[in-house]
């Protein structure tokens, strides 16, 4: 079974910066996307970023392009957030997630970050 564990979340003033880390357990990655979610309360889960775990090809939606990045570690089997200039309407639970095709099919617990005015 493929495991997803987020960490780094934090409180963060804005134009702060934080690190999240997706460490992801049971398989080799090399076929799959991965990537991140967030949810904020009374809001739908929304797509942020992913990346081509084999190609390190990546894609952002517009509200995070130039302020995040993400990246993979092959050896750690883990993936990285960088979130950089946090605005407050960044607060969210993020979660990673990773899939062959499709859909993606498995999700880690998720990690809370906030971000004050």
């Known amino acids: 079974q493929v495991q997803l564990v987020e960490s780094g979340g934090g409180l963060v003033q804005a134009g702060g910066s934080l690190r999240l880390s997706c460490a992801a357990s049971?398989?080799?990655?090399?076929?799959?996307?991965m990537g991140w979610f967030r949810q904020a309360p009374g809001k739908e889960r929304e797509f942020v970023t992913q990346i081509t775990w084999s190609s390190g090809f990546t894609a952002y939606a517009d509200s995070v392009k130039g302020r995040f990045t993400i990246s993979r570690d092959y050896a750690k089997n883990t993936m990285y957030l960088q979130m950089n200039n946090l605005k407050p309407e960044d607060t969210a639970v993020y979660y990673c997630?990773?899939?062959?095709?499709?859909?993606?099919?498995?999700w880690g617990q998720g990690t809370q970050v906030t971000v004050s005015s």
């Open positions: 997630a990773a899939k062959l095709q499709g859909t993606y099919d498995y």
């Open positions: 049971g398989r080799t990655f090399s076929r799959y996307t």
